[in-house]
């Protein structure tokens, strides 16, 4: 394996189609502005480095990243790409993982906008994110204690697990199939809309008009805050524990409740049933 410790590199294509390459305390950045640097490389480790130019891990195989700083000007550092690992590392760059594989990300921060686009196998733990329409299109995702702020999370994907995780994000998991998520706080408006097959438990709900228009939705041992219109046009087999503000015209299923401030129903389609459930009885709701 060559190796190469505290240079600097700013040409196009530094090092380029490079195989069996470590590198240590280098610094991508300077006056030539080049971009691409390790474009199409194989078994590639970089350590604590510096990223300050564009497109660095394009079409890259077995790639490990540990305690670099991927900057603002590092766009679109990794895209294309399989078999990567990155761990403490900054990811600032906007679109700073698209259409890569067999990726795990760990005790990491990323302020990226599009991370994540059409990913496949991704494993995220112990790392913190701020981004707009997070890893939309992807699949197959194990995200365990993981911190996101953003807006339009997690569109579209399918076959995901969350543990453990804190979101406030706007619109998460709409369109998305085969989704579960455990022992999480999730806060923001219109969440999981036209979702098929998500199940939380153990989950704490936050924010405006949840869960309508829902397929093969499951709420287990849930609670919902500041939670109205929930439900609407949804097939959904829910318990909460918590009382919801309203319920709007759920579709089919059973929804228990301890309280319900409002259960709407002006669609005659609504055939989901709301169960009232104190300490001591249940009652069905008309």
């Known amino acids: 394996m060559k190796r190469i410790f505290r240079q600097t590199f700013d040409e196009e294509r530094a090092l380029y189609g490079s195989n069996d390459l470590f590198l240590s305390d280098c610094i991508f950045s ?9 474009k199409e490389s194989s078994h590639i480790t970089v350590e604590n480095s510096l990223f300050n130019l564009r497109y660095p891990f394009w079409h890259d ?4 990243i540990t305690g670099c700083e991927l900057t603002e000007l590092c766009r679109a550092a990794l895209w ?34 599009e991370f994540g686009w059409s990913t496949r196998r991704i494993f995220m733990e112990d790392t913190k994110a701020v981004s707009e ?60 809309w036209y979702s098929n097959g998500l199940t939380l438990e153990n989950c704490k709900i936050i924010g405006t008009q949840p869960f309508c228009y829902c397929t093969n939705l499951k709420l ?32 089919s299923g059973i929804i228990q409740v301890p309280a319900v401030g409002e259960i709407i129903r002006d669609d005659p389609q609504s055939q989901g049933q709301v169960i009232i459930c104190s300490r001591h009885s249940c009652k069905i709701s008309i």
């Not at 807006?151 to 706007?170: L, R, W």
């Not at 805050?225 to 709007?248: G, H, N, Q, R, W």
């Open 61 to 64: 195989h077995d790639l490990n």
């Open 133 to 192: 329409y997070f890893m939309m299109r992807s699949e197959d995702l194990t995200f365990r204690n993981v911190t996101l702020q953003g807006k339009y999370s997690f569109q579209y994907i399918k076959n995901a697990v969350f543990e453990n995780c804190t979101f406030e994000t706007k619109d998460a998991f709409w369109h998305g199939e085969n989704i579960t998520v455990r022992n999480s706080v999730i806060k923001g408006e219109y969440l999981a």
């Open 220 to 251: 287990i041992h849930c609670e919902m805050i500041d939670c109205d219109l929930a439900f609407e046009k949804s097939e959904v087999e829910a318990t909460v524990t918590t009382p919801i503000a309203s319920i709007k015209n759920p579709k």
């Open 30 to 38: 300077g006056p030539a502005d080049g971009e691409s640097a390790l």
């Open 80 to 113: 294309y790409s399989s078999g990567i690992t990155i761990k403490g590392t900054k990811l600032h760059g906007i679109k700073g993982l698209r259409e890569c594989s067999d990726v795990s990300v760990s005790n990491s921060d990323i302020l990226s906008p």
